[in-house]
Each structure stands twice: as structure tokens, then as C-alpha cells.
């Protein structure tokens, strides 16, 4: 077996965004990240439970249409309810059924996820495994 070249260093997170006050608003305000450091101009740096998050402000921005950031979360309605209530908005995905009030959709192998859009559209999830 080959030795780990990273498998023991933490892992960065860097989302792209292209408003400093609105994205700070959001990562801290809405979803409660605890700010560590204001590196203008080039980064909020968020702490995300042990993870360091970037979120990184560039030129123009074209939003994947996948998730670039998710959190896995011990109970997935109540945590979409107080996001709903920050006034996040759950996206709907055509095609996937058992999509239940909340924006959850149950996958076949049980898990349950619901999806938004950071203040640039960056997709966002939530995950109960």
C-alpha cells in the first residue's frame, strides 16, 4: 500500500463569490459559520466545525450547477426549518420524487438531502445520512 501524501493534512474549503458584505451576511449571519478572519481583499475565512472555509471574492462568476459545499447534519428538518425561517429558499430539482414539503428529497439508499443557493447561487446542501 502507498503512503498517504495527504491523507492526514486538513482540508481547505474555498467557495467563489463576488460581494464581500453580502457574502459575509450570509456565511455568518444566515448559517451561523464563526468568522476567523477578514483577509481583504482576498478572503473571509470561515471556520466551518474544525474546516477552514475561504470564501474567496474574484472577477466574473458562473455558478457550478453541483453542490460545492455541504453539511452532513444530525437532523435534517429542523435545521432546514431555521433556514427557511433565516429566509434561505430550498431548490426543487425536476425529475427527483420524494421531495416532501421542507425541499428534502429522500435518495434510494436512504439518505436525505436539501439543496440552496448561497447569495451567488453557489449550490449548497444539507445531508442526513
Not at 87 to 99: C, T
Request: no cysteine.
Amino acid at each position: 500500500m502507498q503512503e498517504s501524501i495527504l491523507g492526514t493534512s486538513k482540508l481547505v474549503a474555498f467557495v467563489h463569490i463576488t460581494d464581500w458584505d453580502r457574502a459575509r451576511a450570509f456565511y455568518e449571519g444566515v448559517l451561523g459559520l464563526r468568522l476567523v478572519e477578514e483577509e481583504k481583499p482576498f478572503a473571509l475565512v470561515f471556520d466551518a466545525n474544525g474546516i477552514m472555509l475561504r470564501v474567496t471574492p474574484g472577477g466574473e462568476h458562473k455558478p457550478a450547477p453541483f453542490t460545492v459545499l455541504g453539511w452532513a447534519v444530525e437532523d435534517i428538518e429542523p435545521t432546514a426549518e431555521r433556514l427557511t425561517a433565516a429566509g434561505v429558499a430550498f431548490l426543487r430539482y425536476p425529475g427527483l420524487n420524494d421531495i416532501d414539503p421542507h425541499g428534502i428529497w429522500t435518495a434510494p439508499g436512504g439518505a436525505r438531502v436539501a439543496w440552496f443557493h448561497d447569495p451567488d447561487g453557489n449550490v449548497l446542501s444539507l445531508t442526513q445520512f
